[in-house]
């Protein structure tokens, strides 16, 4: 009965656990937590045409090619972005994300989207979140996808 009562005592604290972590109880290191926010400021650096700023999210090794992919966009005026997709691995040291941009270059005032797929890894030691991106500018991809409010 002692053994009942003090595992019943226990459901509180796994569900303060729980709304301390978020509701992750398998990410006790907060990496999921850190994985968002790199990711989100590292979308609206690339939204809002702050590419420099987005390349200190990329590994060095990768970075002078990211930005000789991304000079592309500096003709771009983004004005909206959608993630349609976000899966991070069971060990949470990768995810992979898809965003969706819409925008439009001055010259060509007509609506158009952008779509960048973000590989995310994290570092064996530390909790370092870097991106490895692959941007598709009109003219491969020219329509949001179903049941996207970027239409």
């Keep these: 009965m002692a053994r009942r009562l003090s595992a019943v005592a226990f459901i509180p604290v796994l569900l303060l656990a729980g709304c301390v972590t978020g509701g992750d109880l398998l990410d006790l290191w907060g990496y999921r937590a850190l994985l968002d926010d790199k990711q989100r400021r590292y979308t609206q650096f690339i939204r809002w045409g702050e590419l420099d700023r987005a390349a200190e999210y990329v590994d060095e090794a990768r970075r002078a090619e990211f930005l000789a992919q991304a000079e592309a966009l500096r003709t771009w005026r ?3 972005y959608e993630i349609v ?12 994300v898809e965003v969706v941009y819409a925008g439009f270059q001055p010259d060509r005032p007509t609506l158009a989207v952008v779509r960048e797929t973000q590989t995310w890894r994290r570092a064996a030691i530390g909790r370092t979140w870097t991106v490895e991106s692959v941007l598709s500018l009109p003219g491969a991809v020219s329509q949001a996808p179903p049941g996207s409010h970027l239409r």
Excluded: C
């Design 78 to 80: 983004l004005t909206d």
């Design 85 to 96: 997709r976000f899966d991070i691995n069971g060990a949470r040291d990768e995810a992979t």
